[in-house]
Nanobody, 119 residues
Framework: HVQVVESGGGLVQPGGSLTLSCLAS????????MAWYRQVAGEERKLVAD???????????AMQDRFTIFKDNVKDNDQPTASLRINDLRPDDTAVYYC?????????WGPGTQVTVSS
C-alpha cells in the first residue's frame, strides 16, 4: 500500500518563506504525477501545483508567482521528495496543504500539513 506524507508546515510570519516536503513509501520516480493541494477551512481543496515524472510543472490559478514545485532529496538519506516552496507568505495562505501522487490509475493522498501565516 502506497503511503504519502507531508512535512514542513507550521506557523510563519507574513512575508516569510516555507518549504514543504512530500515523501512517499516508493521512489517518487514511480509516480506519474505528484501534486500539492491546499484546503482553507470551509472551502474545497484546490490545486497549488503539480509535477510530472518528466519534470513538467503546472500551477493552479494565481499560484505561479509565489509557489514553486520541484523534486529534491532529503539531505539525511538522499530520499527523493516532491517539494513546494512558498515565498512572501500571506495570511490567506493559511490552509492545510496536501500532497497527492498518482500511479497506475490510483491516487494517493497524504494526511496534510497545517500552514498558518500570522504575526
Amino acid at each position: 500500500h502506497v503511503q504519502v506524507v507531508e512535512s514542513g508546515g507550521g506557523l510563519v510570519q507574513p512575508g516569510g518563506s516555507l518549504t514543504l516536503s512530500c515523501l512517499a513509501s516508493e521512489n517518487i520516480s514511480s509516480f506519474y504525477t505528484m501534486a500539492w493541494y491546499r484546503q482553507v477551512a470551509g472551502e474545497e481543496r484546490k490545486l497549488v501545483a503539480d509535477i510530472s515524472r518528466f519534470g513538467t510543472t503546472n500551477y493552479g490559478p494565481a499560484m505561479q508567482d509565489r509557489f514553486t514545485i520541484f523534486k529534491d532529496n532529503v539531505k539525511d538519506n538522499d530520499q527523493p521528495t516532491a517539494s513546494l516552496r512558498i515565498n512572501d507568505l500571506r495570511p490567506d495562505d493559511t490552509a492545510v496543504y496536501y500532497c497527492m501522487a498518482t500511479k497506475g490509475g490510483q491516487t494517493f493522498w497524504g494526511p496534510g500539513t497545517q500552514v498558518t501565516v500570522s504575526s
